[in-house]
């Protein structure tokens, strides 16, 4: 290949292939014979299109300072014509139709070119914004040795989701799911003094999680890439303004990309920690629940999400009386058989903390949340037992179990909706039987009552009264605060001032940008196709040529390519030899901002036709102001 002397001028918005196309000796494409068995590509084969061109002898235009010329015809964009039949949602169903990408197995998606392209400007403005808060960007390896997930029992917690082999060597293996463990490391072997924190450290990197069921196309998949940033620092107050400086550089990210997140208070999980907040786009095909207030600014997952206590009502009247339900053991069937609604059930739920059983109550038509029983015994397993301790505890089959009389347990704790009913039907702990005419105080007496179910549409807000809606959203960002559980398990530590050897005080700060694109999708859709954000569209604009047999057309159509290249714009001409329909098809469905079509009719109309692609509105504008034009279109996101 010939020197690209022309290409090496800096161009204006240095596109990240351009940089490594100036940067690398066209020579070194590939590896010479000598080093081994390894093909060395570059990295992000962006210049692969001159390359063709030049082995095809096509002769390729040096005066772009933006690199080769983007031409439909020479890229791979496999639109489809028919919705796939397993898609689950818009953007996954889009992101096929589209071109963007393509399954492999399961839960892992190639990145076509247009794809790899919005992925990219994503990736850059998580960068970016990263930088600018001040923190600092690593690569760490996604191989980690098991020891060191072992030295903080996250093996254990993550289970079967963390990807373990053993090498050829049989050291026992795993690809990183996320990398506090390895950050961690890093810091207790680099930082010795407070003078060196605090210290923000992230990256952006493929993660492996062996997910039960990956679904919703890039939204749950086995392999994705995640910008991971972890804190360390010296004290509480550091933490704070850490977790503030991640928490403002989330909300720039996403609006800069274009999407519309809220901060949601969040449960920690696996993660631990004291503070968390998750990013959620809201959109009906999200995979979490949110509950919002339509009174105050209160918003929280509704995994976390708090409920008032309920005023203690005084017992009902009616006597306690045991009635055979026959066969009848949940709760529809209860409610029906008995002729009453779930909302005078109590559900009696046996748990484990650890191992020893307690009692959670919940009102029929309410649902448990275990998360929210679990923060009752901080630092135990809570789970709902197996149908054996059921038995055991209760001496009923499944369905049958009720807090009067019962025994087996050492707690019962009983939600507060359950403070509020009275006469209500419980299981009798006998095979076939349930109590009703039941009643708190006189018939057993709950060791606690406690906030442990779902909110749900029309709850009442813990802040303020308000009234809570329930809506489903994509998460596409967590920041928690961790505080000192990985720096203590792992001897992360510094010495302070006055020489005390302290541990570090940490936060992680998540990003999926594979969600990203399938959230802003999600967001951003009409029943033609997706309408990318400017910021994350592949290309800002689709510049078609609608007669490329006419001399005329083809080169009106290359000028005006050319004035918006020139000009900055990063735009892609449709030169096929189709119909006009099809390429406005494959416009709309792709969903470049902004449409430039040039044709005989608008050539002689005075120059050419641009729309974006949310509005119906075209208009007709001379060359020589197209390039303005599109930049006005374009600064409207
Ligand atoms: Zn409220």
């Not at 204006?12 to 490594?20: G, N, T």
């Not at 786009?281 to 999400?305: F, H, I, K, M, W």
């Not at 399938?518 to 400017?534: K, L, S």
């Not at 040039?598 to 001379?622: M, N, Q, Y």
């Amino acid at each position: 290949m010939p020197p690209r002397s022309s290409r090496a001028a800096a161009p204006a918005r240095p596109w990240m292939f351009v940089k490594l196309a100036a940067s690398r000796p066209a020579s070194r494409g590939r590896a010479s014979p000598t080093s081994g068995r390894m093909t060395l590509w570059p990295m992000r084969d962006a210049c692969g299109a001159a390359a063709r061109a030049d082995r095809l002898g096509v002769p390729r235009r040096t005066q772009n300072p933006r690199g080769p010329d983007m031409l439909w015809s020479r890229t791979l964009i496999p639109t489809l014509k028919e919705t796939p039949s397993d898609a689950e949602i818009p953007s996954h169903s889009l992101m096929l139709k589209a071109g963007l990408v393509r399954p492999l197995g399961a839960g892992a998606y190639s990145y076509l070119p247009l794809g790899w392209r919005s992925l990219r400007k994503a990736i850059e403005i998580v960068r970016e914004e990263m930088d600018r808060a001040g923190a600092l960007e690593i690569l760490m390896p996604a191989l980690h040795p098991l020891s060191l997930w072992q030295e903080t029992k996250r093996d254990q917690v993550l289970g079967d989701v963390l990807i373990r082999f053993r090498d050829r060597r049989g050291r026992e293996t795993v690809l990183g799911p996320t990398h506090e463990e390895v950050v961690t490391d890093i810091v207790r072997n680099e930082v010795r003094s407070y003078r060196q924190l605090p210290l923000i450290l992230y990256q952006i990197q493929t993660k492996f999680r062996d997910e039960e069921r990956p679904r919703a196309g890039v939204l749950r998949t086995r392999e994705f890439i995640m910008k991971d940033g972890y804190s360390f620092d010296a004290d509480e107050q550091g933490l704070d303004a850490s977790y503030r400086a991640m928490y403002e550089a989330y909300v720039r990210i996403f609006e800069r990309c274009g999407l519309k997140a809220l901060a949601v208070e969040a449960e920690s999980g696996a993660m631990g920690g004291s503070a968390s907040c998750e990013f959620m786009v809201v959109t009906p095909s999200g995979e979490d629940s949110l509950a919002l207030c339509s009174s105050c600014d209160y918003r929280a997952n509704v995994e976390r999400c708090e409920l008032p206590p309920v005023a203690e009502t005084p017992p009902g009247e009616k006597p306690l009386e045991r009635v055979a339900t026959p066969g009848v053991a949940t709760v529809e069937k209860v409610t029906a058989f008995l002729g009453t609604s779930a909302d005078k059930l109590v559900k009696t739920l046996i748990c484990l903390v650890g191992d020893e059983p307690v009692a959670a109550l919940i009102r029929g038509d309410h649902e448990l949340n275990e998360a929210k029983l679990a923060r009752l015994w901080p630092g135990k397993t809570v789970a709902l037992a197996d149908d054996a301790t059921v038995q055991r505890v209760t001496g009923a089959p499944v369905g049958f179990a009720g807090p009067v009389g019962l025994r087996g347990v050492k707690e019962i704790v009983a939600d507060y909706a359950v403070a509020a009913m009275t006469d209500f039907v419980t299981g009798a702990n006998l095979a076939d039987a349930h109590l009703v005419g039941v009643n708190r105080g006189r018939d057993f007496r709950p060791t606690a009552y406690a906030d442990i179910r779902m909110a749900r549409q029309g709850d009442r807000c813990a802040r303020c009264g308000g009234e809570l809606r329930i809506e489903r959203g994509i998460e596409v960002g967590h920041v928690f605060k961790l505080g000192m559980r990985y720096s203590q398990a792992m001897k992360a530590t510094f010495l302070d001032e006055e020489g005390r050897e302290r541990p570090a005080i940490m936060g992680c700060y998540g990003i999926g940008v594979n969600r990203i694109l399938a959230a802003a999708i999600e967001q951003h859709h009409d029943e033609r196709g997706i309408v990318w954000p400017a910021a994350i569209a592949p290309y800002e604009v689709d510049v078609i040529c609608l007669n490329p047999a006419a001399a005329q057309v083809r080169e009106a159509a290359e000028r005006a390519y050319r004035s918006l290249v020139d000009a900055g714009v990063d735009a892609i001409l449709d030169d096929r030899d189709a119909r006009a329909g099809v390429k406005f098809k494959d416009a709309d469905l792709v969903g470049f901002p902004v449409r430039v079509a040039v044709g005989e009719r608008s050539l002689a109309a005075g120059g050419i036709e641009v729309k974006r692609r949310d509005s119906d509105e075209a208009e007709v504008v001379p060359l020589d102001g197209l390039a303005a034009k599109v930049k006005e279109l374009l600064a409207k996101g």
